[in-house]
């Protein structure tokens, strides 16, 4: 594990379940995440900068925890990864998400547009940060 990573935020370990499919609509596919585990007993609602294992192999994502204020569908708390340069079907599949880095709080926005313009740029962060965390890695083997 790296040294870069914070293990205040601990990691989830679930099964992906259908959702409401809007991410996709947007944009933003998000796999819906059913936790088996969680390494503390709650993360906080927000949006992080993660890694993403599935079978063994790692991956680069942003996860929203949290009720999706946005959206207005229940006070439910939930786990969606959007998974950076991935397009497979992860239906039933096992993953384990890293918490790497916090992005910001949970927020509500005025319309659907200012939503998908913050996803944009929690997005654009968290590629650029997880990929020097990345080449950083590398630096120091």
């Known amino acids: ?62 996860m929203n925890v949290g009720e999706r204020p946005s959206i207005d569908d229940g006070n439910h708390l939930t786990y969606e990864v959007n998974i950076l340069d991935f397009d497979e079907d992860l239906y039933g599949k096992e993953l384990i998400v890293k918490i790497i880095f916090f992005i910001r709080n949970e927020k509500k926005f005025p319309s659907l547009a200012e939503l998908i313009k913050q996803i944009k740029k929690d997005v654009n962060y968290a590629k650029i940060r997880l990929k020097n965390m990345e080449l950083n890695e590398r630096l120091t083997l």
């Open 1 to 62: 594990m790296s040294r870069l990573i914070n293990p205040h935020y601990g990691s989830i370990t679930g099964v992906v379940v259908k959702g409401k499919q809007l991410g996709r609509t947007i944009g933003f596919p998000t796999a819906n995440i059913e936790p088996i585990s969680l390494t503390r007993a709650t993360i906080a609602k927000g949006v992080y900068g993660v890694y993403v294992h599935i079978k063994g192999e790692r991956h680069l994502g942003v």
